[in-house]
C-alpha cells in the first residue's frame, strides 16, 4: 500500500523524479513545462522542495515500494486566507484508480482546515475531463470562472471548488 510523505529537503530527488514523469505524462495539465523544469539543478530541487512546504504552503508525495507515484500541493490564497489552493495534482498512470489521487486530496483538505481555509479552489485543463470527472467525485464544482491556459492557446483552464469548513 502506498504512503504519503510530506515532500521536504531530504525527499527532494524523488520530488523531482515524479514531478518530471508528472510534465512528461501530463503535459497539458500543468501550467510549467518538463523542458523548463528539465533544466533545473539538484540544488534547485532541493531549494524547491523546502519553499513547497512552509508556513503558508504544503506538498506531499504518494510513494510505493519506494518509488514515488504520485504528487500534490496546496497553498493558501496570499489575499484571502481562508481560501487555499490545490495544485501540481498527478498520479502514475499504473497507480490511478486506486485510492491515491483522493488520499492526496484529503492531505490537502486537512492541512487546509488546520490552516482555517474555508474553501478549496483548483485549475484543471479543459481538456482534462478524467481529472475533471475525478474533482466533481470529491465535491469540487465548476465555478464558471476560466482563464488562458499559457500553454496552449486553444485550451483554457477552469476553475473548480470545494467547501471544507
Known amino acids: 500500500m502506498p504512503t504519503i510523505e510530506l515532500i521536504t529537503q531530504h525527499n527532494a530527488m524523488a520530488f523531482k523524479d515524479v514531478r518530471l514523469r508528472a510534465l512528461q505524462d501530463a503535459p ?3 501550467s510549467s513545462t518538463y523542458a523548463e523544469e528539465f533544466q533545473l539543478t539538484d540544488a534547485e ?3 524547491r522542495a523546502a519553499r513547497w512546504t512552509d508556513e503558508t504552503s504544503i506538498a506531499y508525495l504518494a510513494v510505493d515500494a519506494g518509488s514515488p507515484c504520485g504528487i500534490a500541493a496546496g497553498f493558501l490564497d496570499k489575499d484571502d486566507a ?3 489552493h490545490l495544485v501540481s495534482m498527478w498520479v ?3 497507480h490511478q484508480r486506486r485510492g491515491i489521487g483522493r488520499e492526496l486530496v484529503e492531505k490537502i483538505v ?3 482546515r488546520l490552516k482555517s481555509a474555508r474553501t478549496l479552489m483548483l485549475l484543471v ?3 482534462n475531463d478524467p481529472a475533471i470527472r475525478f474533482y466533481q467525485q470529491l465535491g ?4 464558471g470562472r476560466t482563464e488562458p491556459y499559457a500553454n496552449d492557446p486553444a485550451l483554457s483552464n477552469l476553475e473548480m471548488i470545494r ?3
Do not use: C, G, H
Request: aromatic residues 16%.
Open 45 to 47: 530541487w532541493v531549494k
Open 82 to 84: 481562508t481560501r487555499a
Open 110 to 112: 486537512d492541512w487546509a
Open 92 to 94: 502514475a498512470p499504473l
Open 163 to 165: 467547501s471544507i469548513s
Open 140 to 143: 469540487f464544482q465548476m465555478t
Open 28 to 30: 497539458t495539465a500543468f
Open 125 to 127: 485543463t479543459s481538456n
